[in-house]
């Protein structure tokens, strides 16, 4: 049984670790310039600058990012996260038609919408939520896929986004409930099981999906014992990579799981009958999840 090696994080943040060959990205490529100004001119957040994703130069070279509504302030402050935390921001009333038009200039046939965590709204900005999907559709007419905070467990705020009728209805667990006090600050992994159990149980054909950071000392038993919660609620996709750090004041890197390890852990999920599951050390809820939903057939007539 592959063990994923559990270390007691020491007072003083140990020093940031160098970085395994596989671990590598390419340069900046030619078309990363178009997205990038185009994302500038609509005055849009994406998820790729402010949680530092590795994967950012692959993703605008093919003109494709994911976007974040509802600022670029976020009210919790998770551990392992570095999108700006503090005094949040007005929502603009027009950023789902500024979005949408986004989504028209990239050619997106799949457009994945995530938020900052917004615990200072009524309804967590389901709203806002809402009235994004509605625009990116009627302007695009591309699948949709929403990356959710949990909504503080507002089942009327969790309707609200499930009225929009995205095509797939992804939150993420992120990590094992024994280090949610460290990771997931504020959060609950029961939460997390009860969104996920709620949207299947109103909307049986919308697609879920959830994802977790691996490398932060969670064991492999640990990691199953989670899958079979997910799988228990009808979670239909899973996406696992590594946690990098993206500052030395974020939590420290307890293990890089090599690639192969990804794979095994990748395939035990598969045996507890989830539809898709990908699994690797760049792997993020929205890489390449236009491709997940097409081998699944999301959003095909």
């Known amino acids: 049984m592959l063990e994923i090696i559990n270390a007691t994080p020491s007072e003083t943040p140990p020093p940031r670790r160098r970085l395994p060959p596989w671990l590598k990205r390419p340069l900046p490529q030619p078309g990363m310039q178009f997205t990038s100004s185009l994302i500038e001119e609509l005055k849009l957040e994406t998820v790729c600058e402010s949680a530092k994703c590795p994967n950012q130069t692959e993703c605008w070279s093919q003109k494709t990012a994911t976007f974040m509504i509802l600022g670029n302030v976020c009210t919790r402050p998770c551990g392992f996260c570095s999108v700006p935390k503090g005094k949040t921001e007005q929502v603009q009333g027009d950023e789902p038609q500024r979005l949408a038009e986004a989504a028209r200039r990239l050619g997106l046939r799949h457009v994945v919408i995530t938020s900052v965590t917004r615990d200072d709204l009524a309804d967590g900005g389901a709203e806002h939520f809402y009235q994004c999907v509605l ?18 467990g ?13 095509e797939v209805f992804n939150h993420n667990t992120e990590t094992v409930p024994r280090l949610y006090d460290r990771v997931r600050r504020n959060a609950k992994y029961q939460r997390t099981l009860d969104l996920l159990d709620q949207v299947k149980q109103t909307a049986p054909n919308l697609a879920t999906k959830s994802g977790l950071m691996l490398g932060l000392g969670e064991t492999t038993e640990e990691l199953l014992e989670v899958f079979a919660d997910l799988r228990k609620v009808g979670c239909d996709m899973l996406t696992l990579g590594q946690y990098l750090q993206p500052t030395g004041g974020h939590l420290p890197v307890e293990r890089y799981v090599p690639p192969e390890e990804f794979d095994e852990i990748g395939e035990m999920a598969r045996k507890l009958g989830f539809k898709f599951v990908a699994s690797g050390p760049f792997v993020r809820s929205s890489y390449h999840a236009g491709e997940m939903a097409g081998q699944l057939h999301i959003g095909e007539q």
């Open 135 to 152: 625009a990116v559709r009627e302007l695009t007419g591309a699948v949709v896929e929403v990356l959710t905070p949990d909504f503080m």
């Open 154 to 166: 507002n089942r009327a705020a969790i309707q609200r986004v499930i009225d929009a009728q995205p």
